[in-house]
């Protein structure tokens, strides 16, 4: 059995947000979030400033947090042949992350591609994380069901992931994007997965109501997910749905449920009171 991954992921929350949170607001926040002990950090992205303006400064922020002091990794979402190549330039970034979906018309909505293109960047994906000596991590988006009337199987996700395994890709985050997720489908997905892919590293990346949050990082983690993406207070979505934005796993459930269950992990409590603390002024501006 895997060891628990917690991957916050700030960058997921603050996408969507219209106005402009001034990059020394964004270093003092995520400068916060590196001392409470987090697995990785998805602070970032390397996709066109028109379609997510609020990450255009990206590059500035790496440049400028200090992590000497923590063991965290950083991630940023590459969307095409120009983010990968960029991320795997940039010394700071650890792991590049891909939204792939099995959503056709979610993929066209994300990335302005069909299914078939965006498959043919993994190959792309993984040869530059490679040579770069970085990771690689797929999205699979709309991996629990989709709002467009496309298909969605147990079996077309396990498809879809053993084309990516083939292609050298070994982590996976299940992305439930627009919050269609029950704790029964997560169960019966984690259930039969991880099962028959016991070489990849399975994750969960999903959207939900607070009041949803720990019956379904239950349903997950009973099922032998051991890897999470969470935001403080549930902030974020993907602006790129185009639907009412479903927040992210919120992190404060995911330590009740740690500590409800007694399962070990590495977070410091009185660090991420004061990252929480920090959250909520920096949402505020």
Avoid at 33 to 45: A, E, I, M, P, T
Avoid at 159 to 185: F, H, P, Y
Avoid at 203 to 215: D, F, K, Q, V, Y
Wanted: aromatic share 8%; proline share 5%.
């Amino acid at each position: 059995m895997r060891g628990l991954e917690l991957i916050e992921c700030p960058r997921d929350a603050m996408q969507g947000i219209k106005s402009w949170i001034p990059t020394e607001a964004k270093v003092s926040y995520l400068q916060s979030l590196l001392k409470v002990g987090f697995d990785c950090l998805d602070l970032g992205s390397f996709v066109s400033p028109k379609a997510i303006p609020q990450m255009r400064d990206t590059q500035e922020v790496l440049a400028r947090l200090d992590r000497s002091e923590s063991a965290t990794d950083f991630l940023t979402i590459v969307a095409n042949e120009r983010g990968i190549v960029e991320a795997c330039a940039n010394e700071a970034v650890d792991v590049l992350g891909y939204p792939f979906s099995i959503s056709e018309n979610f993929q066209m909505r994300n990335t302005n591609k069909t299914i078939e293109d965006s498959y043919r960047m993994i190959d792309l994906l993984v040869k530059n994380a490679s040579q770069n000596e970085k990771r690689a991590v797929v999205y699979l988006s709309m991996g629990f069901g989709n709002p467009y009337g496309d298909p969605w199987s147990v079996e077309l996700v396990a498809s879809w992931i053993e084309r990516l395994q083939n292609k050298g890709v070994t982590t996976i985050s299940l992305s439930d994007t627009v919050g269609m997720a029950t704790s029964e489908r997560i169960a019966s997905l984690f259930a039969h997965l991880i099962p028959a892919f016991p070489s990849l590293n399975l994750g969960a990346h999903l959207h939900c109501r607070p009041e949803h949050a720990i019956e379904k990082i239950d349903a997950a983690y009973k099922n032998g997910c051991r890897r999470f993406d969470t935001a403080i207070l549930g902030y974020g979505g993907c602006p790129m749905a185009k639907d009412e934005l479903v927040g992210n796993l919120p992190s404060e459930k995911m330590i009740s449920y740690l500590n409800t269950q007694k399962i070990s992990h590495t977070l410091n409590p009185l660090h991420f009171e004061v990252a929480y603390n920090t959250c909520k002024a920096v949402f505020s501006i």
